[in-house]
């Protein structure tokens, strides 16, 4: 019995050591420090916050502010606004910098671009607001360093839409934390991250060109044309006219309020379809090689292909929509004779308006001569000449000594400017 009692008390010692053991082995909580439990997947943002209402807009504080309605949207952080004086701004958002639509495209641009038209197009009220009591104004020299307010209706409060912006992931930061809103901007730029929103979403951009050409706007194509020389592009503009295996393709451009244009030859590349898309009046993205034409000393752009089996190839032209018809904005010789600045440089109109449709009034008719398939009009205005081609068709000699009106396509040949006109509904006779 003695024995037994023994062998019991032995074995239930051994049971003890054991489960001493066992307790020792597991991670004990130090006293005071919590112990953090970390989840097999990252956490969700803990509460999405509407940034662009976390602010307010103070009419009564040290910062200068103007009512304002909008005059031209140029892209997502910059717009031409018309203040209750009639005085033009020309606004650029602060701390925000939104990817390109009117140089060199950028993904993304687009989608913000349209952001701020749809925000401001549909509100009753805007103001615009400096950081602080001055007007600042950008390395540019001609835009203004504002936050832009608006409202949808007069029982609405005021939203910031820099920082609205921001908050969508349709801009990355630009000094967004050293101005009057900081806080709310990094926190709507940390939101978006967190969120995978737009430009921070690791996504392609579904309206963006990822071929093998570069994207970029009719205006930075004309500005820039020795630069992208030989180099495959992408650019979206209104066919205006057929010349005879060439179109010429126009854009407007709403920061300069002009039109850029671009002659495409297309030889005898495209047919069916292809050819189809190029018909005037299509609004089209071109997408072939940018190249100096030594005998015109102009530049074209040609190159095209359309895969018919493969119409979504990014490397095809494609027809956007149609309907369309060219400007044929008004101009006088004296007009196109004039110098005009940009941020790109310095440019006689004339070389500006390449490849547009103009209109042009009373020519007066000095001589006309033929060649190539081509009547040769030597004309005058306003103590300027210039010479219009007309292709088919049926003018003779005895338009000497009238006046005519045109609408024609900016072009040059050797050197020298000239109107092209492409048919007789483009040529009239007003004396």
């Known amino acids: 019995m003695k024995r037994t009692f023994l062998f019991l008390m032995i074995l239930f010692s051994c049971m003890l050591i ?87 495209v950028e993904p ?29 104004i950008d ?22 839409l820099n920082i609205e912006i921001l908050q969508n992931g349709l801009a990355i930061a630009s000094s967004s934390a050293n101005n009057r809103y900081g806080s709310a901007c990094v926190a709507a730029i940390a939101q978006a991250k967190a969120l995978k929103l737009n430009i921070y979403s690791n996504q392609k951009d579904p309206d963006f060109y990822y071929g093998d050409a570069v994207e970029l706007s009719l205006r ?15 650019f979206e503009g209104v066919v205006t006219r057929n010349g005879g295996n060439s179109v010429y393709v126009e854009d407007y451009d709403e920061e300069t309020g002009l039109y850029f244009g671009m002659t495409v030859y297309y030889g005898y590349n495209l047919s069916g379809e292809g050819l189809n898309i190029l018909a ?12 100096y034409y030594e005998a015109g000393d102009t530049y074209q752009v040609s190159g095209l292909g359309y895969r018919q089996m493969k119409p979504d190839d990014p490397g095809n032209i494609q027809k956007i929509s149609s309907g369309h018809s060219g400007a044929f904005k008004d101009v006088s ?30 020519l007066l008719v000095k001589d006309v001569s033929f060649g190539n398939g081509s009547v040769i009009i030597d004309c005058e205005s306003d103590g300027y ?22 609408d024609a396509i900016m072009g040059s040949f050797g050197g020298t400017y000239e109107l092209m006109v492409y048919g007789k509904d483009d040529l009239k006779i007003s004396e």
């Open 333 to 362: 010789l004296a007009d196109l004779n004039e110098t005009v600045t940009l941020e790109e440089g310095e440019f006689q109109y004339a070389e500006l308006a390449m490849g547009t449709s103009v209109h042009v009034d009373s």
């Open 139 to 160: 390395s540019t020299g001609s835009r203004c360093l504002l936050w832009v307010w608006y409202r949808i209706d007069e029982d609405s409060p005021y939203r910031n």
């Open 108 to 136: 993304y641009g687009k989608k913000a671009s349209v952001f701020t038209k749809q925000r401001l197009s549909q509100a009753s009220s805007i103001v615009i607001e400096s950081d602080d009591s001055s007007w600042n």
């Open 18 to 104: 054991g489960c001493s053991h066992m307790a020792s082995d597991q991670v004990q909580p130090t006293p005071g420090v919590a112990v953090q439990t970390v989840p097999d997947k990252a956490s969700p943002v803990a509460e999405e916050k509407d940034w662009a209402s976390s602010v307010t807009l103070d009419m009564s504080s040290e910062t200068l502010k103007k009512f304002v309605t909008v005059k031209t949207f140029v892209d997502g952080d910059t717009t031409h606004f018309i203040a209750s004086d009639s005085s033009m701004v020309k606004a650029r958002y602060l701390g925000i910098n939104t990817p390109e639509v009117t140089g060199k």
């Open 385 to 406: 000449d210039i010479v219009v081609m007309a292709y088919n068709m049926d003018i003779g000699r005895d338009l000497v000594g009238h006046t005519i009106d045109v």
């Open 280 to 291: 005037v009046g299509n609004s089209s993205r071109i997408v072939g090689t940018l190249q």
């Open 220 to 234: 930075e194509l004309r500005c820039n044309a020795e630069k992208y020389n030989g180099v495959k592009v992408a």
